[in-house]
């Protein structure tokens, strides 16, 4: 829920100012509120929401986990990139385990084909789901204090 507030919020921000960059250039683009574009987003920023809760149900400890979250959200990504670029065999092995790279057709809802749901299951299931899993057996196993 407060991943939906929080999107709902950043469309209207984003509307706002969108409208006063149009006053102030003199011309506005609305492209990119379509409702698919916009159900891509929410989307999104949910699977981050829960990637998030993941880590910090996975390190119970809030420094860490924000730490990790940057790392997967920012650094994983850039080396699985930098990795694709120089190692022709990593490139198809990266399009299975780079989340951030799978849910990019999911931005625009144009998840086609099987291979690319696919893709967006096995990386999600491998960066929200272990967690996610982990997590929370280690909180319900926890001894309580």
């Known amino acids: 829920l407060l991943s939906l ?24 683009s609305w492209s990119g509120f379509g409702l698919s574009d916009i159900v891509g987003f929410t989307l999104i920023q949910t699977l981050a929401t829960v990637g998030g809760f993941a880590l910090a149900a996975l390190t119970l400890n809030t420094p860490a986990a924000i730490v990790a979250y940057f790392a997967y959200r920012f ?5 699985f990139g930098i990795a694709s670029y120089y190692l022709g065999w990593f490139d198809t092995l990266s399009q299975w385990i780079d989340f951030q790279r799978a849910q990019g057709p ?21 960066w929200l789901g272990l967690p996610l899993f ?3 057996r280690r909180i319900l196993t926890a001894e309580m204090k």
């Open 106 to 126: 999911l931005a625009d809802l144009s998840l086609n084909t099987g291979e690319e749901w696919g893709q967006l299951l096995v990386s999600g299931a491998l």
């Open 5 to 28: 507030a929080t999107v709902v919020v950043v469309m209207l921000v984003g509307a706002l100012f969108n409208a006063v960059s149009g006053l102030i250039e003199g011309g506005t």
């Open 134 to 136: 982990l997590g929370l």
């Open 75 to 79: 650094v994983v990504p850039t080396i």
